[in-house]
């Protein structure tokens, strides 16, 4: 489902050339990120009556393609726009703040008054923010074990 969603992406011009990360990393970020909208938008999450993972599993196939598709076209582009780092075994790529604010912005664009264009940047950098939490930690490649029946 991820796959369908970052290659309607890249169909609508969104371009991948300088990938700093894995598939399995990008649906991890997204899904972190799609389950936050989700908890604050889901009553009963929010009472805490269910947990965010049970009732993400409750929602249907299509319910989910229709979040992350949503979510996609606003969290992909600044994800593939940060700034390379480098990354130890066992840790997150981290970047500051400021720096995921200033990608936000160059890729929003012009449209909208200040006020409306402000809030759209605190709510997307939110966004980024929390997919970049889901991030799995790295794993180190020299130190991956493959088994002997593969």
């Known amino acids: 489902m991820i796959v369908v969603v970052i290659a309607r992406w890249c169909q609508a011009g969104g371009r991948l050339d300088s990938v700093r990360f894995t598939e399995h990393e990008l649906t991890a970020a997204l899904t972190g990120a799609a389950k936050t909208v989700f908890a604050a938008q889901d009553r009963d999450v929010r009472r805490g009556r269910r947990d965010v993972d049970e009732a993400w ?13 949503a979510l996609g076209d606003q969290v992909l582009p600044v994800l593939v726009g940060l700034p390379d780092v480098e990354v ?11 720096e995921i604010t ?14 409306r264009r402000a809030l759209v940047v605190r709510g997307r950098v939110a966004l980024v ?22």
């Open 57 to 69: 599993q409750a929602l249907t196939t299509v319910q989910r393609f229709q979040l992350l598709d």
């Open 88 to 98: 130890e075994p066992g840790t997150r790529p981290t970047w500051p703040e400021e």
């Open 102 to 115: 200033r990608v936000v912005e160059d890729k929003l664009g012009p449209d909208g008054g200040r006020l």
């Open 129 to 150: 923010q929390a997919a970049l939490a889901a991030l799995p930690p790295r794993q180190d490649p020299d130190a991956l074990i493959v088994p002997d029946h593969l």
